[in-house]
Nanobody, 129 residues
Framework: QVRLMESGGGSVQAGGSLRLSCAASGDTSRYNCMGWFRQAPGTEREGVAVIYTGPVWTYYGPSVKDRFTISVDSANNTVYLQMNNLIPEDTAVYYC??????????????????????WGQGAQVTVSS
């Protein structure tokens, strides 16, 4: 079992930055495909960024590429999402999720929420214009 705890959400004006953290505990070595997803009211959950932690590979959704950066501190089992140049369309609840290793290299599976076995409670990000 894996437990995930997000932190770092908040409110920011357009053009600003925020960094989300996801602290993982439990059987993290078996679920080292980590993803950030987001969900705005009335929309489906959307994959934002994915990282495979051994070795490190990263993947980004088209709406955040070149603005967001996903990274990992393996010593502390923490995954980060650095969000720069935020726009109002980035407003959503952001979730951290963990999946088994085969999910990450598959271009279809890594963006599907159903492929992820464990989820955090979510962190609200609000971007005002």
């Amino acid at each position: 079992q894996v437990r995930l705890m997000e932190s770092g959400g908040g409110s920011v004006q357009a053009g600003g930055s925020l960094r989300l953290s996801c602290a993982a505990s439990g059987d993290t070595s078996r679920y080292n495909c980590m993803g950030w997803f987001r969900q705005a009211p009335g929309t489906e959950r959307e994959g934002v960024a994915v990282i495979y932690t051994g070795p490190v590979w990263t993947y980004y959704g088209p709406s955040v590429k070149d603005r967001f950066t996903i990274s990992v501190d393996s010593a502390n089992n923490t995954v980060y999402l650095q969000m720069n140049n935020l726009i109002p369309e980035d407003t959503a609840v952001y979730y951290c999720a963990a999946a088994s290793p085969p999910v990450c290299p598959n271009a279809l599976r890594r963006w599907k929420p159903r492929q992820y076995a464990y989820w955090g409670q979510g962190a609200q990000v609000t971007v005002s214009s």
